[in-house]
């Protein structure tokens, strides 16, 4: 008989095949995390909405399926959790935004409507810093999430609900989304495993806009079968989102097992410079070593363009992340024009003399301070006189750090690099300063900028017993090699499902 | 490329933008928008002559679809999250008028 606790140490893949052989129902599934969340979630704040009788619903309609016979789909009866950007017909999505607080979605995206047709059962919407901005998810509307390794830290951002939820065994697997890093550097900092895929590769019809030529959803799970699973079933083209590509769907599970012998692993210079923190250092040079063990090749590579540099003060700065926050602000400020509190989201409940006035009013009682602050700048970056000097600068030197990826992928197969230029840092530590706080996706906007994707697994566990992530990036369409490098290291490292000591032993 | 920004900008920026501010927000951000444009000024190091912009980086083009009718939202969806409506119709206060 399997117990509440071993049901959430499973992964969505055992956890799949232990209901389709009937070894547990869906329902015992969706109430083993439905317990943990009741256990855990008032410690982490990971989710914003959990919708405890719709997911017991969901997961009888599963087992009902199954006794009769039919098939209940490559994710039959496994709990996952969404990311409140992410609209759905069930329940609100809010974005963690004031703005949106009871914002209910008239249609739902695409990538959900893929989950719930391979037989998901979703138990809820998770917690985000306010539209995707930020990177520890402190921006939310609705109070910060924790990081289940410490509750003094924070999860990363901007997924940090969908990690944090994950890591703490609150749900078998989760969506995120990854405008410059924010699926890639929560996981790291949570100790699981997000996979940012290629651009185009999966629709975001649905997916509320931040960056439109940057935002990309992905999977956040505990290992990388999970992630190839989850990858698959929401990849493809939509024709409701024209930059989805029109290509097939790789078997991106089947090849999990099947690296390239010769895989050719390039360590890129500059982002082993001393700007980064040592003992991160270590460990993604220690990964290295793991793989060349393991069969692959190293070689030295160059990505100029992406340098990070620390000066004398100690402050980090890179052209890649200068070029990544025009290019997305600029954006976002276009995108969230649409919040204009006529034909949804927050009003407010003054009497306004003009049209302009109810604009603004509303938009500053709903947006959080660093959303204010990214529209500002986009508008600045984009207004007349400044739009050469910011936003097509911006642009141009967008081309020239492609171009180095272009040029490091013709002497390797795949990069290793690191995620972020420290472990969980503690809350409150960089909300002062936001430029301090963009810093932290320093070593994933590139891939953004790029189209690439960027697969962020558990590398080891620090001395101060928080999570160290290492990042695997590959070239466009490249998911099936990128997933098999993640799973040859965790194969070879023994670093996989890393178990914080909330979720251990219940 | 360091730039000041004096509150007036803060606050032609603000009504670009739709964000009403006060004056303690005029300030902070007026400080905080200057340090941040200081690190964009960080590109104008690189030499870009030549250099084709790069709007999207997996570029498609042409991107054509059926011109066939389908579904779409009926009017009572398209309506129900409305702040404020009356019957069919999204209610605002007086646009033409006395104002500016």
């Not at chain 1, 949804?344 to 301070?369: K, M, P």
């Not at chain 1, 197969?413 to 503690?426: G, S």
């Not at chain 1, 953004?448 to 290492?470: D, F, K, R, T, Y």
Request: hydrophobic share 40%; glycine share 10%; with cysteine.
């Amino acid at each position: 008989m399997t117990g509440a606790g071993n049901i959430t140490e499973l992964t969505a893949i055992e956890l799949r095949d232990a209901i389709a052989s009937g070894g547990v129902s869906a329902e015992q599934a969706a109430t083993a995390y439905l317990d943990a969340i009741a256990a855990r979630e008032p410690a982490v704040h990971a989710f914003n909405e959990v919708w405890a009788d719709r997911a017991v619903e969901q997961a009888r309609a599963i087992d009902a399926r199954r006794a009769a016979g039919k098939d209940i789909g490559p994710l039959g009866g496994v709990p996952l959790a969404v990311k409140d950007n992410m609209c759905t017909l069930y329940g609100r999505t809010t974005c963690s935004s004031k703005i949106l607080a009871d914002f209910r979605a008239p249609y739902q995206a695409t990538a959900v409507d893929k989950l719930e047709a391979a037989g998901a059962v979703i138990l809820g919407k998770t917690n985000l810093d306010e539209f995707a901005m930020g990177s520890s998810t402190e921006n939310s509307g609705f109070g910060p999430t924790r990081n289940p390794w410490d509750a003094g830290c924070v999860p990363g951002g901007s997924s940090g609900g969908s990690a944090a939820a994950v890591a703490a065994r609150m749900c078998a697997g989760a969506l995120g989304s990854d405008t410059g890093g924010s699926i890639r550097q929560p996981a790291a900092f949570c100790g699981v495993v997000g996979l940012k895929p290629t651009y185009g590769r999966v629709s975001r019809y649905g997916l509320v806009a931040y960056g439109s030529s940057l935002d990309q959803i992905g999977p956040i799970t505990r290992d990388v079968a999970d992630a190839a699973l989850l990858t698959e079933i929401i990849s493809g083209r939509d024709p409701r989102d024209s930059t989805s590509v029109p290509r097939d769907v790789p078997d991106m599970l089947g090849a999990l097992d099947a690296a390239p012998g010769n895989l050719r692993i390039g360590l890129p210079k500059e982002f082993y410079s001393d700007a980064l923190d040592p003992e991160i250092n270590r460990s993604i040079r220690d990964a290295a070593e793991t793989f060349r063990a393991a069969g692959a090749r190293i070689v030295e590579v160059s990505l100029p363009h992406s340098r990070i540099d620390r000066d004398a003060a100690g402050k980090l700065s890179s052209y890649a992340a200068a070029c990544y926050y025009i290019v997305a602000m600029a954006e976002a400020s276009s995108n969230l024009a649409r919040y204009d509190s006529v034909h949804y989201g927050h009003r407010t409940a003054e009497d306004c003399r003009d049209i302009v006035e109810l604009y603004s009013r509303s938009r500053a009682e709903g947006f959080g301070e660093e959303v204010k602050r990214r529209i500002m700048l986009g508008t600045y970056t984009l207004s007349a006189g400044y739009y050469d000097a910011y936003y097509n600068k911006a642009l141009k030197v967008r081309r020239l750090i492609k171009n180095d990826f272009d040029a490091a992928f013709e002497l390797c197969d795949v990069l290793l690099c690191p995620v972020a230029p420290t472990t969980a840092f503690k809350l409150g530590e960089k909300t002062d300063d936001p430029l301090t706080m963009y810093l932290a996706d320093i070593y994933t906007v590139s891939v953004n900028l790029s189209g690439l994707p960027g697969l962020s697994v558990p590398a080891a566990l620090g001395a101060a017993g928080m999570p160290i992530g290492m990042q695997l990036i590959g070239p466009v369409f490249s998911e099936p090699t990128l997933l098999a490098a993640g799973r040859m290291h965790e194969k070879a490292s023994g670093t996989s499902r890393l178990v914080p000591p909330m979720a251990r032993g219940s | 490329m360091s730039r000041t920004i004096d509150e007036a900008l803060v606050r032609h920026i603000a009504k670009l933008s739709r964000i009403e501010l006060d004056d303690e927000q005029v300030a902070a951000l007026g400080r905080q928008l200057a340090s941040i444009l200081e690190y964009f000024g960080k590109l104008s190091e690189l030499d870009t002559e030549g250099v084709e912009p790069m709007p999207h980086a997996v570029e498609l083009r042409n991107v054509l679809a059926e011109d066939s009718p389908g579904e779409s939202l009926t009017t009572e969806a398209a309506l129900a999250n409305a702040p404020k409506r009356d019957g069919d119709f999204f209610m605002v206060p007086k646009v033409i008028g006395d104002s500016q």
